[in-house]
């Protein structure tokens, strides 16, 4: 089913295929406006080269054979060396015998008629080892001049090969496990190798003849299957033959032994010498392929011709003289018949998967008569016959004219195999089809060329039927210009779009030439020349006070032109054009270039292509010359100073400056913003490094040009060591960027987990941006310690993978790079400082990780800092402890024998200082949380009455809450009370408000054991009165205390009166005070459990103001009776122990106790 339903489906994959380049084919042509007869000549011509394809690959597949063969031959002596001793010496031998018959062949007298190679036939005997090869070549009496060359005794006779030089034919007789492999894969090896020589030395025409033996024993005796395995390897051999070689040689089946056919020796004695030269057998003269018609005449005919022979013989015998085996000899020959069926049927037999090889011939022989002959008769009757034994002789029976008539005459049957005349078929066909094909093709595509060129220009006098005039407005002329150069671009792109040959039409090409002479004159006359001539008119003129900025500008514009004109001449690629640096426009008096910003991107792309665009390459040179005279004016002018190159990084937008931003990031501005110029970075420096080698290149010859360098690297190395440690000095700053608490948290992280966080990052930038300025010369103290710093972190990596005792090269390397770059000794004697100073980086990194904790968690934070509080500095149990400890160590280190710089200093502790100042705000935080917790939720509901003594009281919660969470971080004296204590100059910073409540509480803790339970104070009313000029004076005045249940009043009408009041802080509450004017009642009210002593407070002194804003409702009323104030006083006995019992009392409980 599958063998039916493949053809389909190729011939639907092929024409899918055809459809859909003749679809892309049709789509290109329309696409392209070409004319539909195009169609056509591009399919031939797309037809022609894949037909062109075929015979290529088939000449490919041709060479790769030959290749293959080749390489076979190639790997033969590469194999010999991977096989065994044995083998390998029989591999050579072979190639030696090879050697040794074709130097007798080319040194022969054979070399007058031709190649000695090629003047006689070859032929090749194969068959089993003891089938009789050799014994029948022995026996034939072949005349030969050399009858000892390559005979080479091994199995059964032949070792590899025996060349027999006959006078009309070569015969190769090979080795029986050639054919019938005895060692099994080495004798196939050998095999294979016996074809490479026969096909390295004789390509031309391998062999003329193949001569399969088979011993006639085997074919009586042996059983069916055993002859079938024996010709299914000999045709497997013969195949291999065909397919190397690639031809059809004719093959003949010799049958050897036939001595031990019974009665063939006497029948033979009674025959004349002359006949037993004479072949035995019958030839397939027309080649015919059917072997089993072919096997039945010859048998038949050969056994026909020995009965009439048997005839003969037995006419001129006395028949009582008759040997009976002699009589019975054609009946056995008839006996071969059967084994020899089934051996031709197995080897020349048509197969779907072999080539069917061409059986030229059938012959019997004997070359030794030795041996049992078996008689068919005595078996198929029943009974044993005596066993006759051959006398041994060496009679060649039927092979002299066999070898030396027979084979020589059929010398040209050789043919080319099926497969090679069909590929040579193929190939032709398919060679003149594409041929023809590609001819028709060219011929159309020529064709299509003229067309296509006349086209384009058609189309170029329709684009361009009007030259672009200018008007002399600069925006507007450079807008038609610009038309003007994209119309060029078209045509031009047009040009390059023929994919197909032009065959000598270029005539579009010429006008796209013409085109762009006209474009670069129009450009040149109406922008270049005078922008040119401002700008040297301004250079006339410049001001050498001016900013280094504005002299920048100039120079970069004059050595980028220059420097470009000097690459013009030599190229019109736009894209090498734009990647070189392009200059920038100056404004000029008149309306250039740099007026109109808008149009400075269009100006430019006109640049590029008017510069790849010229031809005039002396005009390039004399506009070249002009600019460089202008840079030769600027510099001489200047004296060669080129302090202006520090303004390059002003014309790079991309140059941004290194912010604090850049390392602690945070959304909110610090009060001074510090940053560092991007001259000054690593990227700036190689702006002006590569600028300077521009400024080389368009000037090479400038005065003095590397002393100035050198003068001004030496300027730009100082500068930039001081912008740097500026920077390095206010970096703490980046801390008031951080507005939020997660990027406190961030940042904090940071620190802890990265070994430092944007302190390290700071150092590992200068370390890096700086490289450049090392050079071997000295650097300043600071930046050499920040290098030393560096080393350690290299250092500690080596002694944490067990280098403490014994420093490594590669340390030791390390320290004399630092040396020679900071100019301090950190030689061999120092290494045990230095061992120590690594070691107190690593307790400075152990530390950071025990912090790391505290940095994603307030009751870690908590708990640190509360053990740092707590903990002696000395026992080191805190990681801050151990910490500023290792900073200490650090810095002695770093340092060595001079005190750290500063700079460094606070550098290498910032992340300790950043750190501890994150978690003593967390503590805070987290005591905010406590307070809430413990303090004000307990006390929600309650009334001041009730919540004071609950709070400060002997036992009260703010006491414990003072014991279990704040009291690591007070301090307490008896003249300041509770204050903040300081640790590594830290605080957990609380508010005022909690302090003063603390503060007031023990105050009250302590009033409170003196306080009384019940207090008198007698009061005496005085006159109440209002300002002199009001139109009604108040008429009296009335108190009242609240005390549980009852109330104590005191009324005054301005005339003496007094009254003894009892308060109780635990009954008494409010007091009310009523003023009585007229109609009216102002009353002013004191709630709570304090509102007699907050009533006797505010009457201190006895004399209590109140001006008329303070009683709204009644203002207008009052200020009509043109009251402004009115005085009320009291005069009081006994109550200052009532005032300063409240006074000692905490006023309110602090809602929060943050700072």
């Given at each position: 089913?599958?063998?039916?339903?493949?053809?389909?489906i190729k011939i639907?994959?092929?024409?899918?295929?055809t459809?859909?380049i003749?679809l892309?084919?049709?789509?290109?042509?329309l696409?392209?406006h070409?004319?539909?007869?195009?169609?056509?000549?591009?399919?031939?011509?797309?037809?022609?080269?894949?037909?062109?394809?075929f015979?290529?690959?088939?000449?490919?597949?041709?060479?790769m054979?030959k290749?293959?063969?080749?390489?076979i031959?190639?790997?033969?002596?590469?194999?010999?060396?991977?096989l065994?001793g044995n083998?390998r010496?029989?591999?050579?031998?072979?190639?030696?015998r090879?050697?040794?018959?074709?130097?007798?062949?080319?040194?022969?007298?054979l070399?007058?008629?031709?190649?000695?190679?090629?003047?006689l036939?070859?032929?090749?005997?194969?068959?089993?080892s003891?089938?009789g090869?050799?014994?029948?070549?022995n026996?034939?009496?072949?005349?030969?001049?050399?009858?000892?060359?390559g005979?080479?005794?091994?199995?059964?006779?032949?070792?590899?090969?025996?060349?027999?030089?006959l006078?009309q034919?070569?015969?190769?007789?090979?080795?029986?496990?050639?054919?019938?492999?005895?060692?099994?894969?080495?004798?196939s090896?050998?095999?294979q190798?016996?074809?490479?020589l026969l096909l390295?030395?004789r390509?031309?025409?391998?062999?003329?003849?193949l001569?399969?033996?088979?011993a006639?024993?085997?074919?009586?005796?042996?059983?069916?299957?055993a002859?079938?395995?024996?010709?299914?390897?000999?045709?497997?051999?013969?195949?291999?033959l065909?397919?190397?070689?690639?031809?059809?040689f004719?093959?003949?089946?010799?049958?050897?032994?036939?001595?031990?056919i019974?009665?063939?020796?006497?029948?033979?004695?009674?025959?004349p010498p002359?006949?037993?030269?004479?072949?035995?057998?019958?030839?397939?003269?027309?080649l015919?392929?059917?072997?089993h018609?072919?096997?039945?005449?010859?048998?038949?005919?050969v056994?026909?011709r020995?009965?009439?022979m048997r005839?003969?013989?037995?006419h001129?015998?006395?028949?009582?003289?008759v040997d009976p085996p002699?009589?019975?000899?054609?009946?056995?020959?008839?006996?071969?018949?059967?084994?020899l069926?089934?051996?031709?049927?197995?080897?020349?037999g048509?197969n779907?998967?072999?080539?069917?090889?061409?059986?030229?011939?059938?012959?019997?022989?004997?070359?030794?008569?030795?041996?049992?002959?078996v008689?068919?008769?005595?078996r198929?009757?029943?009974?044993?016959?005596?066993r006759?034994?051959?006398?041994?002789?060496?009679?060649?029976?039927?092979?002299h004219?066999?070898?030396?008539k027979?084979?020589?005459k059929?010398?040209?049957?050789l043919?080319?195999?099926?497969r090679?005349?069909?590929?040579?078929?193929?190939?032709g066909?398919?060679?003149?089809t594409?041929?023809?094909?590609l001819?028709v093709?060219?011929?159309g595509?020529?064709?299509?060329?003229?067309?296509?060129?006349?086209?384009?220009?058609?189309g170029?006098?329709k684009?361009?039927?009007?030259l672009?005039v200018?008007?002399?407005e600069?925006l507007p002329?450079?807008?038609a210009?610009?038309?003007?150069?994209?119309?060029?671009?078209?045509?031009?792109?047009?040009?390059?779009?023929?994919?197909?040959?032009r065959?000598g039409?270029?005539?579009?090409?010429?006008?796209?030439k013409?085109?762009?002479?006209?474009?670069c004159r129009?450009?040149?006359?109406?922008f270049?020349?005078p922008?040119?001539?401002?700008?040297?008119?301004?250079?006339?003129?410049?001001?050498?006070?001016?900013?280094?900025?504005?002299?920048?500008q100039?120079?970069?514009?004059?050595?980028?032109?220059?420097?470009?004109?000097?690459?013009a001449?030599?190229?019109?690629?736009i894209?090498?054009?734009?990647?070189?640096?392009?200059?920038?426009y100056?404004?000029?008096r008149?309306?250039?270039?740099a007026?109109?910003p808008?149009?400075?991107?269009?100006i430019?792309?006109?640049?590029?292509?008017?510069?790849?665009w010229?031809e005039?390459?002396?005009?390039i040179?004399?506009?070249m010359?002009?600019?460089?005279?202008?840079?030769?004016?600027?510099?001489?002018?200047?004296?060669?100073n080129?302090?202006?190159?520090?303004?390059?990084?002003?014309?790079?937008s991309?140059?941004?400056p290194?912010t604090?931003?850049?390392?602690?990031?945070?959304d909110?501005q610090?009060?001074?913003?510090?940053?560092?110029?991007?001259?000054f970075?690593?990227?700036?420096?190689?702006v002006?490094e590569?600028?300077?080698?521009?400024f080389?290149?368009a000037?090479?010859d400038?005065?003095?040009?590397?002393?100035?360098?050198?003068?001004?690297?030496?300027?730009?190395?100082?500068?930039?060591?001081?912008a740097?440690?500026?920077?390095?000095?206010g970096?703490?700053?980046?801390m008031?960027?951080?507005?939020?608490?997660a990027?406190?948290?961030r940042?904090?992280?940071?620190?802890?987990?990265?070994?430092?966080?944007?302190?390290?990052?700071?150092?590992?930038k200068?370390?890096?941006?700086l490289?450049?300025?090392?050079?071997?010369?000295?650097l300043?103290?600071w930046?050499?310690?920040?290098?030393?710093?560096q080393t350690?972190?290299?250092q500690?990596?080596?002694?944490?993978?067990?280098?403490?005792?014994?420093?490594t090269?590669?340390?030791?390397?390390?320290?004399?790079?630092?040396?020679?770059s900071?100019g301090?000794?950190?030689?061999i004697?120092t290494?045990?400082?230095?061992?120590?100073?690594a070691?107190?980086y690593?307790?400075?990194?152990?530390?950071l990780?025990?912090i790391?904790?505290a940095?994603?968690?307030g009751?870690?934070?908590?708990?640190?800092?509360?053990?740092?509080?707590?903990?002696?500095?000395?026992?080191n149990?805190?990681?801050?402890h151990?910490g500023?400890?290792?900073?200490?160590?650090?810095k002695?280190?770093?340092g060595?024998?001079?005190?750290v710089?500063?700079t460094?200093?606070?550098?290498i502790?910032?992340?300790f200082?950043?750190?501890w100042?994150f978690?003593?705000n967390?503590?805070?935080?987290?005591?905010?949380?406590?307070?809430s917790?413990?303090v004000?939720?307990?006390?929600?509901?309650m009334s001041?009455?009730?919540?004071?003594?609950?709070?400060?009281?002997?036992?009260g919660?703010v006491?414990?809450y003072?014991?279990e969470?704040?009291?690591?971080?007070?301090?307490?004296?008896?003249k300041?009370?509770?204050?903040?204590k300081?640790?590594l100059?830290?605080?957990?910073?609380?508010?005022?408000?909690?302090y003063?409540?603390?503060?007031?509480?023990?105050?009250?803790?302590?009033?409170k054991?003196v306080?009384?339970?019940?207090?008198?104070v007698e009061?005496?009313?005085?006159?109440?009165?209002?300002?002199?000029?009001?139109?009604?004076?108040?008429h009296?005045?009335r108190l009242e205390?609240?005390?549980?249940?009852?109330?104590?009043?005191?009324?005054?009408?301005?005339?003496?009166?007094?009254k003894?009041?009892?308060w109780?802080p635990?009954?008494?509450?409010?007091?009310?005070?009523n003023?009585e004017?007229s109609d009216?009642?102002?009353?002013?009210r004191?709630i709570?459990?304090r509102a007699?002593?907050?009533f006797?407070?505010?009457?201190r002194g006895?004399?209590r103001?109140?001006h008329?804003?303070?009683?709204?409702?009644?203002?207008?009323?009052?200020?009509k009776?043109?009251?402004?104030?009115?005085?009320?006083?009291y005069?009081?006995?006994?109550?200052m122990?009532?005032?300063?019992t409240v006074?000692?009392?905490?006023?309110?409980?602090?809602g929060?106790i943050?700072?």
């Amino acid at each position: 089913m599958k063998r039916k339903i493949m053809p389909f489906i190729k011939i639907f994959f092929i024409g899918a295929i055809t459809i859909f380049i003749t679809l892309v084919v049709i789509g290109i042509t329309l696409a392209l406006h070409w004319p539909w007869w195009a169609i056509l000549f591009l399919l031939l011509f797309i037809g022609g080269l894949v037909l062109g394809g075929f015979f290529i690959r088939n000449l490919l597949n041709e060479r790769m054979g030959k290749l293959f063969e080749e390489s076979i031959v190639a790997q033969d002596n590469a194999q010999i060396q991977t096989l065994s001793g044995n083998d390998r010496d029989e591999r050579k031998l072979l190639q030696a015998r090879w050697r040794d018959a074709i130097d007798v062949l080319r040194k022969s007298h054979l070399k007058k008629n031709g190649n000695p190679l090629y003047v006689l036939p070859w032929y090749l005997v194969i068959g089993e080892s003891g089938s009789g090869k050799t014994t029948s070549l022995n026996s034939a009496r072949l005349a030969t001049p050399f009858v000892d060359l390559g005979k080479t005794g091994g199995i059964s006779g032949t070792r590899n090969c025996e060349w027999w030089f006959l006078e009309q034919a070569i015969v190769i007789d090979t080795a029986g496990r050639y054919c019938i492999p005895v060692n099994g894969e080495p004798d196939s090896l050998e095999w294979q190798n016996f074809l490479e020589l026969l096909l390295k030395y004789r390509r031309k025409e391998p062999l003329n003849g193949l001569i399969v033996t088979i011993a006639a024993d085997k074919l009586l005796n042996t059983g069916q299957n055993a002859i079938e395995d024996e010709g299914r390897m000999i045709r497997r051999r013969i195949d291999e033959l065909m397919r190397v070689l690639r031809v059809k040689f004719p093959v003949y089946l010799l049958v050897t032994k036939c001595d031990l056919i019974q009665g063939i020796n006497s029948f033979c004695e009674q025959l004349p010498p002359e006949s037993l030269t004479q072949p035995m057998g019958m030839i397939n003269q027309n080649l015919s392929a059917d072997i089993h018609s072919f096997l039945e005449n010859a048998i038949q005919t050969v056994s026909k011709r020995l009965r009439n022979m048997r005839m003969l013989i037995l006419h001129q015998l006395d028949a009582k003289h008759v040997d009976p085996p002699l009589f019975f000899f054609p009946e056995e020959f008839d006996d071969i018949k059967q084994g020899l069926s089934i051996f031709v049927k197995t080897t020349f037999g048509v197969n779907p998967y072999q080539e069917t090889p061409v059986l030229r011939g059938l012959f019997f022989s004997s070359g030794r008569q030795n041996g049992n002959p078996v008689s068919h008769f005595p078996r198929s009757l029943g009974f044993k016959a005596p066993r006759e034994t051959l006398p041994g002789t060496t009679k060649g029976l039927f092979l002299h004219d066999f070898f030396a008539k027979v084979l020589p005459k059929d010398r040209h049957l050789l043919t080319p195999t099926r497969r090679s005349l069909e590929w040579s078929i193929l190939t032709g066909n398919l060679g003149l089809t594409a041929w023809a094909v590609l001819c028709v093709a060219l011929c159309g595509l020529l064709s299509f060329s003229f067309v296509k060129n006349l086209h384009a220009i058609s189309g170029m006098s329709k684009e361009f039927q009007e030259l672009p005039v200018l008007q002399g407005e600069f925006l507007p002329d450079l807008t038609a210009l610009d038309r003007f150069r994209e119309g060029i671009i078209r045509v031009e792109n047009q040009n390059k779009s023929w994919w197909l040959p032009r065959f000598g039409l270029r005539e579009s090409i010429r006008v796209e030439k013409e085109l762009k002479k006209h474009y670069c004159r129009q450009y040149k006359s109406r922008f270049m020349e005078p922008f040119d001539q401002n700008l040297m008119q301004n250079i006339q003129s410049f001001d050498f006070a001016a900013s280094d900025h504005v002299y920048a500008q100039y120079m970069i514009h004059l050595v980028r032109r220059i420097n470009i004109l000097k690459e013009a001449p030599y190229t019109s690629n736009i894209k090498r054009l734009r990647e070189k640096p392009q200059p920038q426009y100056i404004p000029t008096r008149d309306d250039g270039p740099a007026n109109h910003p808008e149009a400075m991107k269009l100006i430019n792309n006109q640049n590029f292509y008017y510069l790849a665009w010229r031809e005039d390459a002396d005009q390039i040179r004399k506009e070249m010359a002009g600019l460089e005279d202008a840079v030769k004016y600027l510099y001489g002018h200047r004296n060669g100073n080129l302090q202006w190159m520090l303004a390059l990084t002003d014309q790079h937008s991309e140059l941004l400056p290194i912010t604090l931003n850049d390392f602690w990031g945070g959304d909110q501005q610090a009060a001074q913003e510090i940053r560092i110029q991007p001259c000054f970075t690593r990227q700036g420096r190689e702006v002006i490094e590569h600028f300077f080698s521009e400024f080389s290149q368009a000037y090479p010859d400038a005065p003095s040009l590397i002393t100035n360098k050198n003068q001004f690297d030496q300027k730009y190395r100082t500068l930039c060591f001081e912008a740097w440690r500026y920077f390095a000095d206010g970096f703490s700053r980046g801390m008031e960027r951080l507005n939020t608490q997660a990027e406190w948290e961030r940042i904090a992280s940071d620190m802890a987990g990265n070994g430092g966080g944007p302190y390290r990052a700071l150092m590992d930038k200068i370390t890096v941006q700086l490289e450049p300025l090392y050079n071997g010369k000295r650097l300043p103290v600071w930046l050499s310690q920040i290098l030393s710093f560096q080393t350690l972190r290299v250092q500690e990596k080596a002694y944490q993978k067990g280098f403490v005792k014994t420093m490594t090269e590669s340390v030791r390397k390390t320290a004399m790079s630092v040396e020679k770059s900071t100019g301090h000794d950190v030689g061999i004697q120092t290494l045990e400082i230095r061992k120590k100073t690594a070691q107190a980086y690593a307790d400075y990194q152990n530390a950071l990780k025990g912090i790391e904790a505290a940095t994603t968690s307030g009751k870690s934070a908590f708990e640190i800092v509360r053990q740092t509080f707590n903990d002696d500095p000395a026992v080191n149990k805190s990681p801050f402890h151990a910490g500023y400890k290792a900073i200490d160590r650090l810095k002695k280190g770093v340092g060595g024998v001079n005190e750290v710089d500063t700079t460094v200093a606070r550098l290498i502790s910032g992340p300790f200082d950043f750190l501890w100042l994150f978690v003593c705000n967390r503590t805070a935080a987290q005591l905010e949380s406590q307070w809430s917790e413990q303090v004000l939720a307990p006390t929600m509901g309650m009334s001041p009455q009730q919540m004071m003594p609950y709070l400060v009281g002997p036992d009260g919660i703010v006491w414990k809450y003072v014991r279990e969470y704040a009291s690591p971080f007070l301090n307490r004296n008896e003249k300041a009370g509770y204050y903040p204590k300081e640790v590594l100059g830290g605080t957990v910073m609380l508010g005022k408000s909690f302090y003063n409540f603390l503060n007031k509480g023990a105050r009250a803790q302590v009033s409170k054991q003196v306080q009384q339970r019940n207090y008198n104070v007698e009061i005496n009313g005085l006159p109440t009165a209002a300002n002199p000029e009001a139109s009604l004076q108040p008429h009296g005045t009335r108190l009242e205390l609240q005390c549980g249940p009852t109330a104590q009043v005191l009324q005054n009408n301005n005339y003496p009166v007094n009254k003894t009041f009892y308060w109780s802080p635990e009954t008494c509450s409010d007091v009310i005070l009523n003023i009585e004017v007229s109609d009216m009642v102002l009353s002013r009210r004191y709630i709570g459990p304090r509102a007699f002593p907050d009533f006797l407070r505010d009457f201190r002194g006895g004399r209590r103001v109140f001006h008329a804003r303070e009683f709204p409702a009644e203002k207008a009323a009052l200020e009509k009776l043109k009251i402004k104030f009115i005085k009320v006083a009291y005069r009081f006995i006994g109550n200052m122990p009532v005032v300063q019992t409240v006074e000692a009392m905490p006023v309110a409980l602090p809602g929060s106790i943050g700072k």
